[in-house]
């Protein structure tokens, strides 16, 4: 029962608001990503669940309890920080005690729950150093210790992983998994890295300018993307848009552009159609689109000029030149593309997105 | 899983309860009064409150002893045809200047020095600060002894050296006791100086020099481009705080001359306290004291203004 | 460095940087060397053809055991630890909270009452010292040890303050944010978490703090009269010289002896007062 729940949220900062009537429940034990650009405001909403930011107007409930008022300390939660926030005077068994201590667990109990967490994190080896005499991974391990030895009710996460190394953080983000379905408890997770979020989120908020664009769970945001934003910002190598006008073709409606001609697929037609004769954003992911072979319908086609060949391994990108607009195209690692090189491309027709001009949503 | 049970078991809501003065004092603002509060009573009782009764004083007629009645300005108009206080000002003006132009280039230039690698360096800093940090009424006696026009091992050092004749009456002559409590003045403020500007060059990137050496700088020019206006901030924070300190000097003077020779080397600070403790005259003492005011205003406020400058970028 | 020629290296580095040396540190030598001289050599004019300035060829410690019997020179020692000591205490204590406060709180005219600080730190202690007297006298603490203990803390808070900011603002947030929701009061989180962390900081304001107070004297001089509430600095100036009688000897003596205590406080903790000083200046 230890859900989350924000009400009307807003935060304003001498009259400029840093999160704009945010509402979102956290339900009980469930993976909560909040996800976004820097200054979207996902870590002040963060903060203002810890209790480390007044609340301008709204409410924030945890469990069934408004706690606007209460101090942090009342709470019942735990935080881990982007920079670990290890006390460096004390050791580790101190850090990861320090919580306890302040509640008055008993000190049998305190080395129980502590020699039980650092176990679980592999750290039992560390805990009568100092944190200056740790690595980086093993910092944020103590940093998780010092969390779950208190067994909260909710856990927070305030960009956990961005001061480690890619390897490391690949290899601490498998391992938050993991915790997470062992601990079992309700987790809010800030971050600025949308594979962390997919990878890590029952469900992800995405957040822009102090305002939620879109909650879901993490393909439903991927493959329905609610407006431009979000499905330029989840994803990499990021969605292709291209800018295409909508008009009546002999057969259904097509989307044209300087480039290329492309028949919309019918059961997008019903949606588009009020937009007969007007521009609108059409998107598209780069691994949508293939090379095309000799059988492939003309009217899903387009024809690029390779610019740029970055072979990553598992894929290769191109960087195409269609008809004044640059798009990435993800192909197989086998494919022999040189730069000048004219291919041919057909895309996915039920892949395809398009977005309102002016108001960015998807149609 | 026992931690999972552990809280599905617990009851929520369960925030402690909690004393009223805790919670007060989990807001900010009543744990910043508090917190404030030992230290507004001090400052208070021992700064505000005396510079208002300094005021108050220095528009009366008060001695020591009797209260005394409100006169005006009458104080400050008297000391404008004081004709002692006017030799006061100009020396207290001559003294400032001159010493802290002096302290700011001999101590730039030993930090200069002691800026390269040397052995010893540490060391050498160590004992280079002892004028500052020595009492410096006590290190003035010394100073005093050394000035003894009789007994004086600096006339016998320049003797030696053929650079003078006669006896030099270092203090007792009115035309060097200026200089000869400049001297001190200087002595005891170069390590101050010295050190802090040392600890602004150890915050310029030798780098800087490097890439002005490889653009074909000369020393004299990499210091006058690179070093000088990186090191500028530091030296004009450090002049700032000398010149408050020089301006309202009183122990050096009040060891070396008592602001004798006929009053050659009386400073504000010294004849204040001539008048208001010697004689007993309150409340003139304490008119000639806030007659410093003003110039103390000036410096803090440019320094204010500077440091807040220098904030901002 | 860039290297030059020797010669060169003698005139811009070696040359000037003794002759520094010995323009700071010889007063020091000459305290000493005084202090043991009899006073049969010591009052030998320099034009005297045997005059001896460097040394001495009978040293003797008639001086200092002058110095320590016939004088009140250890009362005052005492006077002046006590003093440094408490006021030093006080101050740290205070400077302390507000350091916090100022570095760390948000709260009403927070920005204004960090400059009215810094402006008391500035206010020289020659400014007031007249109505001071005064109130020191109608709070009845004249001649008393607490007149400069309740005193000297108006020029020492400001400083440790100050420098103590600036040790707090050097601390990540987040330690005390952590602490927090680790179930701690801000109160607790200030004393367990930041308070520790500032230890260095904690030291070299205390440091500095006792060495201003063992050095302060024109409050010494006003607000004490009688010579055995005299603190050392005071003492000397006031009861070595008898009218015009300058017991030389022994004013050396109580010059030397009287500098030990800052002198040997700061052999051992040289950095951190050479933090304090350039931390005072930094703002």
Avoid at chain 2, 71 to 77: D, E, K, P
Avoid at chain 3, 133 to 143: C, K, M, T
Avoid at chain 3, 177 to 184: H, K, Q
Avoid at chain 3, 268 to 282: D, N
């Amino acid at each position: 029962m230890a859900r989350v729940l924000l009400r009307n949220l807003n935060r304003m900062y001498d009259e400029v608001p840093a999160v704009k009537d945010v509402n979102l429940e956290i339900r009980d034990k469930e993976f909560v990503v909040l996800v976004g650009p820097s200054g979207c405001g996902k870590t002040t909403t963060l903060r203002m669940v810890a209790g480390l930011e007044s609340i301008t107007s709204g409410e924030v409930l945890i469990g069934d309890t408004v706690v606007n008022d209460l101090p942090p300390m009342d709470r019942d939660i735990a935080m881990v920080f982007q920079n670990y926030a290890l006390y460096p005077h004390m050791s580790v068994y101190d850090n990861m005690a320090f919580g306890l201590k302040m509640r008055g667990v008993d000190r049998a109990e305190i080395g129980k729950r502590v020699q039980e967490a650092a176990d679980i994190l592999g750290i039992g080896e560390y805990l009568k150093r100092k944190p200056r005499q740790l690595s980086g991974g093993q910092r944020q391990r103590v940093a998780l210790g010092r969390a779950i030895v208190r067994h909260p009710q909710v856990f927070l996460f305030d960009e956990p992983l961005s001061n480690l190394d890619a390897k490391l953080r690949v290899q601490m983000r498998v391992e938050l998994k993991k915790l997470h379905s062992r601990l079992n408890t309700t987790a809010v997770y800030v971050t600025h890295d949308q594979v962390e979020a997919m990878t890590l989120g029952d469900r992800v908020v995405v957040m822009r300018g102090g305002e939620v664009q879109q909650v879901g769970e993490p393909l439903e945001l991927y493959n329905a993307p609610a407006n431009r934003f979000v499905a330029g910002f989840l994803g990499s190598p990021a969605m292709n848009f291209a800018a295409v006008r909508v008009s009546n073709g002999a057969s259904g409606l097509r989307a044209d552009s300087p480039g290329f001609s492309i028949d919309v697929p019918s059961e997008i037609d019903p949606r588009l159609r009020p937009y007969a004769g007007r521009e609108v954003t059409m998107g598209i992911r780069p691994e949508d689109l293939h090379i095309a072979n000799g059988g492939d319908p003309p009217g899903l086609c387009l024809d690029g000029i390779v610019e740029v060949v970055e072979r990553l391994g598992a894929e290769i990108l191109l960087d195409l030149q269609v008809g004044g607009q640059t798009m990435v195209v993800s192909v197989e690692p086998t494919v022999r593309a040189q730069r000048g090189d004219k291919l041919r491309f057909v895309l996915r027709p039920n892949r395809l997105h398009f977005f309102d001009p002016a108001s960015e949503a998807a149609i | 899983m026992a931690i999972s049970e552990a809280v599905n078991q617990r009851a929520f809501a369960r925030a402690p309860r909690r004393g009223a003065a805790t919670l007060l004092l989990e807001d900010e603002r009543w744990l910043a009064a508090a917190l404030l509060l030992p230290t507004v009573i001090l400052l208070g009782l021992f700064i505000a409150y005396p510079f208002v009764e300094g005021v108050l004083l220095s528009v009366s007629n008060a001695r020591v002893g009797i209260p005394g009645h409100f006169v005006g300005l009458a104080n400050f108009t008297a000391l404008l045809s004081d004709s002692i206080f006017r030799v006061a000002v100009w020396n207290t003006f001559v003294y400032t200047a001159v010493a802290t132009v002096l302290k700011l280039a001999l101590g730039l230039w030993l930090a200069l020095l002691l800026n390269r690698h040397f052995r010893g360096k540490a060391f050498t800093r160590a004992f280079i600060l002892l004028p500052f940090i020595i009492p410096t009424v006590l290190s003035t006696f010394a100073w005093k002894w050394m000035f003894d026009p009789t007994f004086s091992v600096i006339n016998w050092t320049l003797f030696q050296f053929g650079l003078i004749h006669g006896r030099i009456n270092w203090l007792g002559n009115p035309d060097l006791a200026l200089i000869s409590v400049i001297i001190v003045n200087v002595w005891r403020g170069v390590p101050f100086f010295a050190i802090s500007l040392l600890a602004g060059l150890q915050t310029i990137n030798p780098e800087l020099q490097e890439a002005a050496a490889i653009d074909g700088a000369k020393p004299w020019q990499r210091f006058w481009h690179v070093t000088w206006p990186l090191l500028l901030p530091v030296t004009m924070v450090v002049m700032l705080f000398s010149i408050i300190q020089t301006f309202a000097d009183f122990q050096l003077v009040y060891v070396l001359t008592g602001g004798g020779p006929a009053n050659a080397t009386q400073l504000f600070a010294t004849y204040a306290y001539q008048v208001g403790v010697g004689t007993g005259l309150l409340s003139e003492g304490a008119a000639i004291s806030l007659a410093m005011f003003p110039f103390l205003l000036i410096i803090v406020v440019v320094q204010l203004l500077y440091i807040r400058r220098v904030e901002v970028h | 460095m860039i290297e030059g020629a020797k010669w060169r290296r003698w005139v811009y580095f070696y040359i000037p940087l003794g002759a520094f040396i010995v323009w700071l540190l010889f007063p020091f030598y000459w305290m000493l060397v005084t202090s043991v001289r009899p006073d049969r050599e010591l009052y030998r004019p320099w034009m005297a053809p045997n005059y001896a300035p460097f040394w001495t060829a009978h040293p003797t410690l008639v001086h200092v055991v002058d110095l320590l019997t016939e004088t009140l020179f250890a009362r005052w020692m005492l006077n002046t630890l006590f003093i440094a000591i408490v006021s030093t205490i006080i101050s740290l204590f205070c400077g302390l909270l507000a350091g916090y406060a100022l570095a760390r709180l948000k709260f009403p005219f927070g920005g204004s009452l960090g400059t009215g600080i810094f402006i008391t730190y500035l206010v020289p202690q020659t400014l007031l010292f007249i109505p001071l007297a005064d109130i020191i006298r109608n709070f009845q603490l004249g001649d008393t040890p607490w007149a400069l203990v309740l005193t000297y803390p108006t020029f020492l808070i400001p400083f440790c303050t100050w420098l103590l900011m600036g040790y707090f603002k050097a601390i990540p947030r987040e330690l005390e944010e952590c602490a927090r929701i680790d179930g701690a009061t801000r109160w607790k989180a200030m004393l367990y978490i930041i308070f520790p962390i500032a230890v260095p900081g904690i030291l070299s304001a205390g440091i500095f703090a006792f060495t201003l107070s063992w050095n302060e004297f024109i409050y010494a001089l006003v607000f004490l009269s009688s010579a055995e509430q005299k603190t050392v600095a005071v003492g000397v100036t006031s009861e070595l010289v008898r009218g015009d009688v300058f017991y030389w000897g022994q004013l050396m003596a109580g010059a030397l002896l009287g500098s030990i205590p800052v002198a040997f406080i700061y052999s051992f903790f040289v950095e951190y007062y050479v933090a304090g000083l350039t931390g005072s200046v930094k703002g």
